[in-house]
């Protein structure tokens, strides 16, 4: 069967192009083809795709150089093949030498066949090449720029970790103090509601430190097993109370008969409380109410996005999903990288601290986190925490 073929020759004299056809026919191509004498023509059909083009050295104003010149000014990866009456050996090789893939004597073009094969396969295996470069570049930039990533969770969860610890020494002295103070003084005393006051800040306090200890990983883990989607449904009255405001609904799709998790269940509870404050304030900010819904379920391995924020390898076969959707506010995809760096926030008075502990939390039981978002639609932030197989399954 005859082999397709889109051939632009670059030719001023009609017979021969029949010629060349000719010569391709008897290869066994099927040449779709044009032909062009002068570079406003050749530059306006350089906007089609062709396989290979023919170029005669010789066409008035339109030499091979100059062709080969204009196809390197379109950015072509097109061969394109000389043709030519006798000339010099140095003709040829400056030809060769601009990008010319191959270069035929008119007297001899039996060769035409092979030389137009040979010049495709060229550049199939050059753009194979290409491709091929392109994407272990690719992978080279997205793992350093994980690793890097990893490199600065580290660092900050360091310095988090180190502040948090010594913070949490000093808010104990102050916590302790207040209330033996407190126990001791008549409500009606003067300084009653000033140490009130301290105690209602150092307690906000040790809310704050306790997130940061969380992301960077330091909190003690106080693992016990339970049933994720029971303890969803135990924290609802307290979201609805103190975390998700009352113009915001929450629906819940609880999997039953869930194996148990092994993990902090104060931690999970975290989780929850931190992503469904994010996503009640972005419904509120977004129109004033809006939809909450929590999620539970079993996901394989292999379901897990490859750009979620996880662990450079994933051990276990099942993961626990805990989501969180939101109709709110939602963020552009430029924010996204940013949102889980300690400090990063968009509201007036934000900590940026709540997504971060997230991130530590996650990280702590080996588990994996990933948000998709679209601006003025909405947020799904899931939570994998690992199904460890042997404990879990009774
Ligand atoms: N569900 C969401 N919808 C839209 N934007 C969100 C959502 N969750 C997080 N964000 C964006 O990510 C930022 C960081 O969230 P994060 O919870 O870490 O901090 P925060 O909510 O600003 O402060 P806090 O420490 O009180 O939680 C937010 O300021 C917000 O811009
Ligand atoms: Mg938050």
Redesign the pocket.
């Known amino acids: 069967m005859s082999r397709a073929v889109r051939i632009l020759i670059v030719e001023d004299r009609p017979d021969d192009v029949e010629l060349l056809l000719d010569e391709l026919r008897r290869s066994d191509f099927a040449p779709e083809w044009d032909s062009v004498q002068s570079e406003p023509a050749f530059v306006q059909r350089l906007q089609q795709e062709w396989d290979v083009i023919l170029a005669d050295y010789k066409v008035p104003g339109l030499e091979a150089p100059r062709v080969l010149q204009l196809v390197k000014e379109h950015s072509l990866d097109v061969p394109v093949i000389v043709l030519s009456g006798v000339v010099g050996e140095e003709t040829v090789w400056e030809c060769l030498k601009h990008g010319a893939t191959d270069y035929l004597m008119k007297d001899r073009l039996t060769r035409l066949g092979s030389a137009v094969t040979q010049a495709i396969e060229k550049r199939d295996a050059e753009r194979a090449l290409q491709l091929s470069r392109q994407k272990a570049e690719e992978n080279r930039r997205r793992l350093e720029a994980r690793q890097q990533y990893a490199q600065k969770l580290e660092s900050l969860g360091i310095l988090a970790g180190g502040v948090a610890h010594e913070f949490n020494n000093l808010l104990t002295v102050i916590i302790g103090n207040v209330s033996l103070a407190l126990a001791e003084l008549h409500p009606d005393s003067s300084l009653y509601e000033n140490l009130r006051q301290v105690e209602i800040a150092a307690n906000r306090a040790a809310e704050l430190t306790s ?1 940061m200890l969380s992301f960077s990983g330091k909190g003690i883990l106080q693992t016990t097993s339970f049933n994720l989607s029971e303890l969803v449904e135990d924290s609802i009255d307290l979201l609805k109370s103190f975390v998700v405001s009352d113009k915001v609904a929450i629906h819940t799709e609880l999997a039953g008969g869930l194996p148990e998790m092994q993990a902090d269940p104060e931690q999970i509870r975290q989780i929850l409380i ?2 469904c ?3 009640s ?2 419904c509120m ?1 977004a129109k004033g109410g809006g939809e909450i819904a929590i999620r539970t379920a079993i996901v394989a391995r292999n379901q897990i996005p490859s750009t979620a924020l996880s662990p450079d390898e994933l051990f276990e076969e099942e993961y626990f999903l805990l989501e ?1 959707k ?1 109709n ?4 552009a995809p430029e ?1 996204l990288p940013k ?2 760096d ?1 400090f ?4 007036f008075p ?9 991130l530590g939390i996650v990280r702590s039981h080996r588990g994996a986190v990933h ?1 998709d ?1 679209q601006r003025n639609v ?2 799904t ?1 899931d939570v994998f925490i690992p199904v460890r197989q042997r404990e879990s399954r009774r």
Do not use: Y
Not at 328 to 331: A, E, K, N, R, S
Not at 350 to 358: D, S, W
């Open positions: 997130q931190n992503l404050a994010n996503a304030e972005a900010e969180i939101d709110g506010l939602g963020m924010m949102v889980f300690p990063f926030t968009t509201k934000g900590r940026g601290l709540g997504l971060a502990a997230v948000i978002s909405g947020t932030v």
